[in-house]
């Protein structure tokens, strides 16, 4: 709707209406205004003046009296009066240092500092009464410094002979009471009672250092000093002196720790550990105390360090009893102890604490023991420099010398019994959770943890146990592929194995539908049936109607299928990783000898390909048939080195294995195996054409032979848009190869009489189907004459070849021009430009060497400066060129 406003005179009425209405309004609101102060000021005759609402301050609203400004303080004035006395006394103080202090003997001068330290510590009391805190603070931050220098001068006049360590002890506790009870005299005062806790810092620790005491007793006296510091953390006055507190004890009580801890590792027996033992028993019990009253987190804190404690006081007289090898193990035993803090009746916090130091116990001794694990996998990578070279002598002989084997004795059993504990966690979680429960809560993820680490540990336990008992060499390798198929056992399992069911079997009907197995997996029976839930709660998947199952026979196929339930556990998952690891480690390890390496090898492959059978979840299927599609690769290898054949003669053997990925793929079709399947394939092809590569002949036949595997693969229309175009690519770099190889100076001989029939063939097409692409039609045809000879024309140094390409292309360049063919434009346009540019690089040259110097910057900076006048213009022809070449065909 328009809106048509009134006439003038009919809108100034309204608004003459309106203001009559605010003046009314505000008449009303003034009266009642008077109204209100004249009760107000007849209820309190003291009240501030009242005054009109004209010329109020912004924001200040009616009816509110206005806020008078506060006059300065006579305390402000008091303060300025006290700053400046106090810098008239220190100018005068400083005067009389340095004028007539050097007439006074020490007797005066002490004289004198403790009458100002009198007068300092007195003044604060009547600055509080008058509350000058902040001035009562400075002076009594300068009462301290004083009492420092009349400790000073007391050893000084009183006891010169006294030893200074010993006089400090005792002056820094006298001040430490001083201080603590002015502090609590002056309770207003902050800094006090912190200083008084610096101060009793340093009574003990002092004295036993002045008394020559033992390591162990600066221990205790540290302890003790501590557990002071605990307390008043705990219970002391003032946030300032709690924090100053907490700090001492962390210091002092790490302080404590570390030197029993020293000792308890530098003993010679037991008896000698005894001391520094029941030093960090005395610390755990003092930490587990305070953290029975500290908050949660604190609390944590100190069970953790109660538990670690304990930990190195029971460990230290252990582990002076037993040999070097089973130190560790030893105090692992102690922090496994510390889990019946369960069944225990602690706060949560100091519960948790404690359990915390069990686990950092326990990961303090898997870092021991994991490194000759580590070892033990990697070992083998030196056999890849000595293949087939003997048997080593025993396990230790082919993962060398340089780990002391002998010396880890005890490292297997530290794997052993984690693993064991993190087993019977896995399997009895119900009752572990309940007994837990007044301290944790674990999830099932954590469940699934102890499971993964139960079972690698357990994995590398049994590697471990072998390289330190010095098993032989066989027993080694068996043991190591025995271990891998109960891994691959382990990770088929997790995923499940799919049972189909139906109204008629696969082979004969084929409408079965997808049932769902234990996990609720999909299973391979094919044909029109829909499959259960996907992997990971995914949508579900569709059977597909024809094709083959992914187990062989039958003419449904299950595409689509994944693995139901809610996804992989971290056991599954370990076990997958580690069965992969576990399998390159003993590979390698079997390259010793020519026997062990087939009989691994093919091992290898059989266990891999029948988890890929086995399995029905996609992820592990591909990542099991692609390590069996490596296996078999590498059984290939083997082959050809066994038959004595160099690199490049070896390369058409490698493509066996390729050949198949191809014919597996055709018989898997649409399932997603498939792909991963095929381009495992595709990685030996190119290791082959890597092996070829020196030796032109052989590396132009295995080009061929992988252009027919690649057209093999591009016969399914699912592989046609990419294998079709590698298949062409790779018969015009074999044909490229073999003319090289072949030393022809003259490829035109060659390229024409396929380029001819191929440009005819293109015209038929373009007569019969207008809209087919110019590429498709004409672009194989022209690539395989233009490309070879404009590769020959850029190393002859003759003139004729790069004249009648550049003739050639440019009529072919024109030719797309006019009939708008993309191909023939941008394809002669390239052979043209490279052509040209090759004839003009001599004479070009020639003229930037006769140039000055200076002159090549400066046109690229007008170029510069010209493309970026006119960038929007340029930018604008660019995007029309780019729409005139996209819309050719």
């Known amino acids: 709707m328009e809106h048509v406003p009134p006439p003038p005179a009919e809108e100034l009425a309204l608004l003459d209406r309106e203001l009559a209405q605010l003046d009314a309004r505000r008449a009303h609101l003034l009266t009642r205004r008077a109204w209100l102060v004249g009760v107000l000021r007849a209820q309190a005759p003291s009240a501030p003046h009242w005054g009109p609402p004209a010329g109020r301050p912004p924001g200040q609203p009616w009816g509110l009296p206005p806020q008078p400004k506060a006059p300065s303080a006579p305390r402000s004035a008091q303060n300025v009066l006290l700053t400046l006395g106090g810098l008239l006394l220190t100018v005068a103080a400083v005067a009389f240092t340095l004028v007539s202090w050097g007439s006074m003997g020490i007797a005066g001068r002490s004289a004198v500092l403790a009458l100002v330290t009198v007068a300092a510590l007195a003044a604060p009391a009547v600055l509080l009464r008058r509350k ?37 002890a005792g002056a820094s506790a006298v001040l430490a009471a001083l201080w603590a009870a002015y502090g609590l005299a002056l309770g207003k005062l902050h800094l006090p009672l912190p200083a008084a806790v610096v101060l009793v810092q340093w009574p003990l620790l002092l004295g036993a250092w002045a008394a020559g005491a033992p390591a162990i007793v600066v221990g205790w006296a540290l302890l003790a000093t501590a557990v002071l510091d605990g307390a008043v953390a705990l219970w002391g006055k003032g946030l300032g002196v709690r924090v100053t507190a907490g700090i001492g004890l962390a210091v002092m009580g790490s302080a404590a720790l570390l030197v029993g801890l020293a000792e308890s590792m530098t003993a010679d027996g037991p008896l000698q550990a005894v001391l520094p033992g029941a030093l960090l028993l005395t610390a755990a019990v003092a930490a587990l105390a305070g953290a029975r009253h500290a908050p949660n987190g604190f609390a944590q804190v100190g069970g953790a360090v109660a538990g670690l404690a304990a930990v190195a006081a029971v460990g230290g007289v252990l582990r002076s009893a037993v040999p070097g090898t089973w130190q560790v193990p030893a105090y692992l035993l102690c922090g496994l102890a510390l889990l019946y803090v369960v069944r225990v009746r602690l706060p949560q916090g100091a519960g948790r604490g404690v359990l915390l130091a069990a686990g950092a116990v326990v990961a303090g001794a898997l870092v021991w023991a994991l490194p000759p694990v580590a070892a033990v996998v990697l070992g083998p990578v030196t056999l890849v420099a000595e293949v087939w070279t003997g048997a080593p002598e025993g396990f230790r ?17 530290v794997l052993a019994v984690v693993a064991g504990g993190l087993a019977a966690a896995y399997r009895w979680w119900p009752s572990l959770v309940r007994t837990a429960a007044p301290l944790l809560s674990p999830g099932v993820r954590v469940r699934g943890a102890a499971g993964a680490g139960a079972l690698v540990l357990g994995w590398g336990t049994l590697l471990l146990a072998a390289a330190t008992l010095g098993v032989p060499y066989p027993a080694a390798l068996a043991l190591e592929t025995a271990l891998v198929a109960g891994l691959l056992a382990v990770a088929v399992r997790g995923v499940g194995v799919g049972s189909g069911s139906g109204s008629g079997s696969a082979e004969s009907a084929g409408e079965g539908t997808g049932g769902s197995g234990t996990a609720g997996n999909v299973g391979n029976v094919g044909g029109p049936g829909t499959a259960g839930a996907a992997w990971a709660g995914g949508s579900a998947g569709t059977a597909g109607a024809g094709g083959s199952t992914w187990a062989g026979g039958g003419r449904g196929s299950s595409v689509g299928a994944g693995v139901g339930g809610g996804g992989w556990s971290a056991v599954t998952v370990s076990a997958l990783v580690v069965a ?6 003993v590979g390698l390890l079997s390259l010793a000898t020519e026997a062990a390496t087939y009989a691994v090898f093919g091992a290898l492959l059989v266990l891999f390909a029948g988890a890929a059978l086995q399995s029905r979840a996609v992820v592990a299927q591909a990542v099991f048939a692609v390590a069996a599609v490596v296996w078999g690769t590498a059984l290939t290898g083997c082959a050809a080195a066994s038959l004595g054949l160099a690199p490049h003669e070896a390369a058409p053997l490698l493509l066996v294995v390729p050949a198949l990925t191809v014919a597996l793929g055709a018989r898997l079709r649409l399932h997603p195996v498939a792909l991963p399947v095929e381009l495992a394939g595709a990685l030996g092809a190119l290791v082959a054409v890597g092996l070829a590569v020196r030796e032109a002949p052989f590396l132009a036949l295995v080009l061929a032979l992988c252009g027919v595997l690649a057209a093999g693969a591009a016969v399914r229309p699912e592989r046609r848009p990419v294998a079709g175009y590698v298949a062409a690519v790779l018969f015009v770099a074999a044909t490229w190869v073999r003319l090289a190889a072949s030393e022809v100076s003259a490829p035109e001989a060659y390229t024409l009489p396929v380029t001819v029939p191929a440009l005819v063939i293109g015209v038929l ?26 590769a020959v024309a850029w190393t002859d140094p003759d003139w004729l070849r790069p004249l009648l390409l550049g003739v050639a292309a440019l009529v072919i360049t024109l030719l797309g021009a006019k ?71």
């Open 132 to 168: 000058l805190a902040a001035t009562a603070e400075a002076l009594a931050a300068l009462a301290l410094v004083l009492t420092l220098l009349d400790a000073y001068a007391v050893h000084a006049v009183a006891a010169p002979e006294t030893d200074g360590l010993a006089f400090t």
């Open 397 to 413: 002989g082919a993962l060398g010398e340089s780990m002391a084997w002998s010396r880890l004795a005890g490292a297997p059993v």
């Open 580 to 585: 992969v690891g576990g399998a390159v480690s």
């Open 765 to 790: 097409r373009r007569r019969k189907d207008p809209e087919a692409s110019s590429w498709t039609a004409y672009g194989p045809g022209l690539a395989a004459t233009l490309l070879p000879s404009l």
């Open 819 to 889: 009939y708008r063919l993309q191909a023939l434009l941008l394809l002669g346009g390239a052979v043209l430009a490279l052509d040209t540019l090759h004839e003009l690089a001599p004479y070009v040259v020639q003229v930037a060497g006769a140039l000055p110097r200076w002159l090549p910057p400066a046109l690229a900076g007008l170029l510069l400066l010209a493309v970026g006048a006119t960038y929007e213009q340029r930018l604008r022809d660019a995007r029309r060129l780019k729409d005139i070449v996209g819309r050719m065909r």
